[in-house]
């Protein structure tokens, strides 16, 4: 049962991991929305027309908390719910008044905006920057050329098909991806109040089938890849300008690239951990529980426990704390603290040294997982290891499951071979009678 949304309700709402809405007991509708930062608005739910349970669902913003009182809000929501009983629609009204935006400018503004949170405040990111980066590039090559001049109201979803079905003729995985943003884009205009909730032209567009790459490291690499990380954070790997291309300044005797301690340590807790790579670079120190071998790390899937293992809590116990970031990066400062952006370059380093050409970053956490498997972990484990949370995302994994029953299977295979060849290592125990197992 809910209560009235007065001050004391509205002071005592705190933030969680996600949006939220506390919904008033009196007024229908009416209600109190709170962002993950702590940025608290009223809102008036209602449906247009009759009002009945198929009519379209609109949410309109009355304005945020400080700037309005809860009851000057609920004033506000009494009149938009009057106006709504004579078969207005204020929301609609608002959007009009407001202008529907072009797709290219409504959808640069929110990559700003979603950069902005991803700099400033990680944890709270609806978007991580490699995704940002990505959309970007995506806007740039085939959106803005084909919507970007276009109202948000007035593309439909033969547009988006015949686009996506341009850009799929070469490349399936990136028409999907344009697919997948262009929806992320009405979700926030309609949050916004530009257009009616639910508003996705993207929507029922059919994806093209995509070939998942995954690599998975043998042990046997994975030992190259560990001598090279000593390598690379000791004595430096070795390497000689291309003597094909013309490199001026640039000595010529073998030079060494040698990896920061930070790099090395955050790429070893990608390999102990199976974590993401953001999920790790932007660790906090208030997030390392050593004692519980735990550390919570903000991810995709928001707030999450990764389990650390012996070898990973003595890495994090031997770095130093010079900021509120495990790793923090080149412009880190007490005032602005920032976390390290990337490991490109020492993965690059290392990686070439290890024999690992193509292998990604990402793909150490594929390793874990298939590390994992033929230890006999479960798929559901797996998936709990790796924060994963729809099981069908770790289904990708089935097919190593079952290499500990191989293992037992080439087990009892080498015994009977034995027995069936006469030697004596060939022991084969039999029934006790009378046994059923």
């Avoid at 709504?84 to 929301?91: K, N, Q, Y």
Wanted: with cysteine; charged share 30%.
């Amino acid at each position: 049962m809910g209560s009235k949304l007065d001050k004391r309700a509205v002071d005592a709402a705190a933030p969680r991991e996600g949006r939220y809405t506390i919904w008033d007991a009196e007024l229908a509708g009416f209600g109190l929305r709170i962002e993950p930062s702590g940025r608290k608005s009223y809102v008036y739910r209602y449906r247009t027309g009759s009002g009945g349970r198929n009519a379209p669902e609109r949410l309109i913003v009355l304005g945020r908390h400080g700037e309005l009182t809860p009851a000057e809000a609920r004033r506000k929501a009494t009149d938009v719910a009057a106006q709504v009983r004579l078969g207005a629609d204020p929301a609609e009204a608002r959007r009009k008044e407001r202008g529907i935006p072009a797709f290219g400018a409504f959808a640069d503004a929110y990559l700003t905006e979603a950069d902005e949170i991803a700099q400033a405040r990680p944890a709270e990111a609806r978007l991580r920057p490699g995704s940002i980066r990505n959309y970007r590039s995506l806007m740039s090559k085939h959106l803005r050329p084909a919507l970007g001049s276009m109202k948000l109201d007035a593309i439909t979803t033969g547009d988006i098909a015949k686009l996506h079905k341009r850009i799929g003729r070469t490349m399936p995985a990136t028409a999907n991806r344009c697919v997948e943003f262009i929806g992320s884009v009405y979700k926030e205009a309609a949050r916004q109040g530009y257009l009616p909730i639910g508003t996705n032209p993207a929507r029922g567009i059919e994806a093209f089938k995509e070939v998942k790459r995954e690599r998975f490291l043998s042990a046997e690499e994975v030992m190259r890849l560990g001598e090279a990380i000593r390598e690379a954070e000791t004595v430096g790997i070795a390497w000689e300008p291309d003597p094909t291309k013309k490199t001026k300044h640039v000595p010529k005797v073998v030079q060494r690239t040698k990896i920061d301690p930070d790099a090395a340590a955050a790429l070893r807790l990608l390999i102990f951990t199976g974590a993401r790579l953001r999920e790790v670079l932007h660790a906090r120190w208030s997030d390392v529980d050593l004692e519980r071998g735990v550390l919570f790390v903000h991810g995709k899937t928001g707030r999450r426990p990764v389990i650390l293992p012996a070898p990973a809590a003595a890495i994090l116990a031997g770095l130093p704390r010079r900021s509120i970031f495990v790793f923090p990066g080149e412009k880190d400062t007490k005032d602005a603290p920032c976390p390290r952006a990337d490991l490109n370059r020492p993965w690059r380093a290392v990686s070439g040294r290890a024999g690992l050409e193509g292998v990604r970053l990402h793909d150490l956490r594929h390793s874990f997982a298939s590390f994992a498997a033929a230890g006999g972990a479960s798929l559901p484990i797996i998936g709990r290891l790796l924060g994963h949370t729809q099981p069908i995302t770790t289904s990708r994994y089935a097919h190593l499951a079952d290499d500990p029953l191989r293992a037992v299977a080439d087990r009892v295979g080498s015994r009977v071979a034995a027995a069936l060849d006469g030697r004596d290592d060939g022991r084969i125990v039999p029934l006790r009678a009378g046994s059923t197992n």
